[in-house]
């Protein structure tokens, strides 16, 4: 038998104390799930391309900046292809800031194998932070971990510290069959109780609680607007918890649950962190893929973009259409890319084509008058002429044959062909990966790759722990796949402000009183104003910027109420931006209505018509949108009189809007009071054509 090792003394203690302050990780590549196949039976979750970016490259840059300097990353499936991406990543090279850099084969089937695999090692000697490899954040970590330290220097027990965002009851990257709450005493910031439950439903309504908690807590919150991100700061003895336990299994329903509820067993406490200004979120299944695309190159996960240049080779420019495009794209001039693509290099796309909100790898050849809209198409993808792919994704190596459809929710694995002329409906699964259904690689299914195409579908087992909540098609349909609410828009009207605000108040109740379709409402005001305001700060084109809020209007199959007040708030803020920089507000609302004026005028229908409801609308979203402005009477004048001098809104429609009950409703009324004498200036003007009217009559 060794030894016992002595303790240090003296001089000795000083090294010890300083190993103890390094920041150690521990990365979790493999999910232990299924939710992305096809994909996942060739490639890891990890390595997906996420904005054309490997997903765990965003995960180790997170590490990076929290200042982590030995990482230990878990891996099972298509492990030997995370360790060549790893050994030939720039983490390994001499100028990483990870001291050491491990990963560990291991055939652990749950999280709960691996932290007992990673306890026996013996590896960790101080805290450490636990992710997963589909972490994209870029949440500063300091003042998470100083308050965590701070914790347990008081208090040996307090075992672990959640750092979760604030995001909203709706945020896009949740689940929509469950959904996590989170009990806590605010004050402490300790976690009480933990509960999945389900989002539809009875039991989707309540959360059983220790009565007890009530009594030992003078105050508690139960809160499930909370985006938990997993990134959890722990210390060693989680581990030996983990260890203690075999029947943990899983993160939060298992481990969390547990400790919580045997805290009158064990004495450990684990506590919250809560962010409300930084982004965090997993890719976690194929919506929350597609949402954390849009937010990144909405910018909302900045510096989290494409143009940061997260990879060595990679060369992304931001333009002033909202492009991400790297060097060496080939674009035909008849092409059409709107809305905020990415653009890989040595990238081809001919005469004709339309790219619409979709990202394209590298390599790729588009054929001529191909439509892509809202997609993923990634790396050395074929597609033939005239065909046209809607809000799917299409894997590496890929070929889409000559006027094919592929229509929204389907997948194309891995070099799967697609014969000519061939329509894969949605939600298909395409794959030529060998699964224990299919024994042989070459067997194909004409029925459903067409004459010569080469791919068979992927069929669901029933065993294979999907959520049905998460197939490929809610990726786009589902409303909760739409806006990210850790990226809170500032051009939200008084209306979406007070919508936020019910819905922070019912957070105890745990129950959403608010429909799907008023999120998707909330989620397209939130992507098309944001849309506007980039065009017209970076003065894009007019019909440029009316192509694109088409698109999301198609997308969101939003109403043209919901189009008007996105414009609306847009234009407020651009001319409130314009103020700030030292425009007077007669000249800021003349600019911008002048320059944009087609804009404006693509969106009111009612001319031709005595009712003017569009008219209305339009003047009830600006004073709404000036309604807590300091000068939003006197704006409120200026943008009436400029619409009206320009035709857009018409006598009828402002006297309409005036005698309208909601424009004096609550504070509606405080800015109507310098348009009195304009509204009275229009009614003589009415009553002296309707004299002269009838005296032609006479």
């Given at each position: 038998m060794p030894p016992k090792p002595v303790k240090a003394k003296g001089k000795a203690k000083p090294p010890e104390e300083k190993r103890q302050e390094s920041l150690q990780a521990v990365v979790l590549?493999?999910?232990y799930e299924t939710r992305f196949r096809p994909f996942s039976l060739e490639r890891p979750r990890c390595l997906l391309p996420l904005a054309n970016t490997p997903v765990i490259e965003y995960t180790l840059g997170f590490l990076a900046r929290a200042g982590v300097e030995d990482i230990f990353i878990y891996c099972r499936a298509h492990s030997e292809q995370v360790e060549a991406y790893v050994d030939t990543s720039r983490w390994r090279l001499p100028t990483s800031p990870f001291k050491n850099l491990v990963?560990?084969?291991?055939?652990?089937a749950s999280v709960g194998d691996a932290m007992r695999d990673l306890d026996n090692r013996d590896l960790i000697t101080g805290d450490f932070l636990l992710v997963s490899g589909d972490l994209v954040s870029n949440i500063a970590i300091e003042s998470a971990l100083a308050r965590h330290r701070g914790r347990r220097e008081k208090d040996k027990n307090a075992i672990m510290t959640m750092v979760l965002c604030e995001s909203g009851i709706h945020h896009r990257c949740k689940t929509t069959s469950r959904k996590p709450v989170f009990v806590i005493n605010p004050t402490t910031d300790r976690c009480l109780h933990y509960e999945e439950i389900h989002a539809s439903g009875r039991d989707g309504r309540h959360v059983l609680l220790d009565p007890n908690l009530l009594s030992e807590h003078s105050e508690i919150?139960?809160?499930?607007?909370?985006?938990?991100?997993?990134i959890d700061i722990c210390t060693p003895d989680v581990l030996g918890l983990w260890s203690d336990n075999f029947d943990y299994q899983s993160l939060r329903t298992g481990f969390l649950f547990g400790v919580l509820k045997d805290y009158e067993l064990n004495g450990k406490t684990i506590h919250t962190h809560v962010v409300t200004d930084q982004y965090g979120a997993r890719v976690r299944n194929l919506r929350a893929y597609n949402a954390i695309s849009k937010d990144m190159a909405g910018r909302w996960t900045y510096p989290l973009c494409p143009d940061s240049n997260h990879v060595p080779g990679q060369n992304y420019n931001y333009n002033r259409y909202g492009i991400y495009q790297?060097?060496?794209?080939?674009l035909a001039r008849t092409s059409q890319v709107v809305g905020r693509c990415i653009l890989g290099r040595r990238t081809v796309i001919g005469e004709g084509v339309t790219v619409s909100a979709s990202s394209l790898g590298r390599n790729c050849q588009i054929g001529k008058c191909?439509?892509?809209e809202e997609s993923y198409i990634w790396d050395n993808v074929v597609v033939g002429n005239g065909s046209t792919i809607r809000q799917a994704i299409v894997a590496e190596g890929a070929v889409i044959g000559k006027d094919c459809t592929i229509e929204a929710g389907a997948l194309i694995s891995y070099?799967?062909?697609?014969?000519?002329?061939?329509?894969?409906?949605?939600?298909?699964?395409?794959?030529r990966a060998i699964t224990a259904k299919q024994t042989s690689r070459d067997a194909s299914d004409i029925s459903v790759v067409g004459?010569?195409?080469?791919?068979?579908?992927?069929?669901?087992?029933?065993?294979d722990g999907s959520d049905a909540s998460d197939s490929s098609y809610s990726m786009y349909s589902n409303p909760q796949a739409s806006v990210s609410d850790v990226s809170v828009s500032t051009l939200r009207s008084e209306e979406s402000e007070l919508e936020q605000t019910e819905d922070r108040s019912r957070r105890a109740s745990f129950v959403s009183e608010t429909s799907d379709e008023a999120v998707l409402n909330k989620s397209f005001h939130d992507d098309a104003s944001k849309s506007i305001l980039d065009g017209l700060e970076m003065d894009h084109l007019p019909e440029n910027i009316s192509l694109e809020?088409?698109?999301?209007?198609?997308?969101?199959?939003?109403?043209?109420?919901?189009?008007?007040?996105?414009?609306v708030a847009a234009f407020m803020k651009h001319i409130a931006n314009l103020e700030k920089r030292g425009t007077g507000a007669r000249e800021a609302v003349h600019q911008v209505f002048s320059r944009y004026r087609a804009v404006i005028a693509r969106i009111m229908f009612d001319t031709d018509s005595r009712d003017k409801p569009d008219q209305v609308d339009f003047l009830l979203s600006v004073q709404r949108e000036l309604v807590s402005r300091g000068n939003g009477e006197l704006l409120l004048l200026f943008v009436a009189n400029e619409v009206y001098d320009m035709e857009l809104v018409e006598e009828d429609g402002i006297l309409q809007w005036w005698l309208d009950v909601r424009s004096s409703q609550g504070n509606m009324a405080n800015i109507r009071g310098l348009m009195e004498q304009f509204i009275t200036c229009l009614q003589e003007a009415e009553e002296g054509d309707e004299s002269e009217e009838d005296e032609d009559e006479e």
């Open positions: 590549a493999d999910s990963l560990f084969k291991s055939d652990a919150e139960a809160r499930d607007d909370l985006n938990d991100c997993r790297e060097n060496d794209v080939t191909a439509k892509i070099n799967v062909r697609i014969a000519d002329s061939t329509t894969v409906s949605a939600s298909k699964k395409i794959t004459e010569g195409g080469e791919g068979y579908e992927y069929v669901v087992d029933s065993d809020l088409n698109a999301f209007r198609m997308t969101f199959n939003a109403s043209q109420h919901e189009v008007r007040r996105a414009v």
